[in-house]
C-alpha cells in the first residue's frame, strides 16, 4: 500500500513562482512512476509530468509548458514540481499519484492506483 500527501499549493500572482511536495511511503515497487497530474473545474484530470525512480528519466504531458520541473528525491521519499512564471491558466487542483508501472506508458489517470488528496494553486 501506498500513502501520498502533497503540500506547497496557495495563492500566487501572475509570473511567480510555486514548488508542490508529495511525500511518498509504502511499497516502494509500487511508486515506481510518481506523478503530477492537475485538474480544473469542468476539465479532466491531466497529467503534467511522470519521473521514473529507477533511473530519473522525465516525462512531460502534451499540455504542460516548459516552465514545470519534476524531480524527486528517493532518500527523503519526496516528490516535487517546481512551476515557474505561473499562469491564470495553470489554477488547477494538483494531484500527486503513483504507480508500479513503467512511466512512459502511463498517462491516464486510470493507470495510476495511488493518489493523494490534492492542492489547490491558484494564479491570479
Known amino acids: 500500500h501506498v500513502q501520498l500527501v502533497e503540500s506547497g499549493g496557495g495563492s500566487v500572482q501572475a509570473g511567480g513562482s510555486l514548488r508542490l511536495s508529495c511525500v511518498a511511503t509504502g511499497n516502494a515497487y509500487s511508486r515506481k512512476c510518481m506523478s503530477w497530474f492537475r485538474q480544473s473545474p469542468g476539465k479532466e484530470r491531466e497529467l503534467v509530468a511522470n519521473i521514473y525512480t529507477d533511473d530519473g528519466r522525465t516525462y512531460y504531458g502534451d499540455s504542460v509548458p516548459g516552465r514545470f520541473t519534476i524531480s524527486e528525491d528517493s532518500a527523503k521519499n519526496m516528490l516535487y514540481l517546481q512551476m515557474n512564471t505561473l499562469e491564470p491558466e495553470d489554477t488547477a487542483t494538483y494531484f500527486c499519484?503513483?504507480?508500479?508501472?513503467?512511466?512512459?506508458?502511463?498517462?491516464?489517470?486510470?493507470?495510476?492506483?495511488?493518489w493523494g488528496q490534492g492542492t489547490q494553486v491558484t494564479v491570479s
Open positions: 499519484a503513483a504507480s508500479g508501472g513503467y512511466c512512459p506508458y502511463l498517462k491516464s489517470p486510470s493507470s495510476f492506483p495511488y
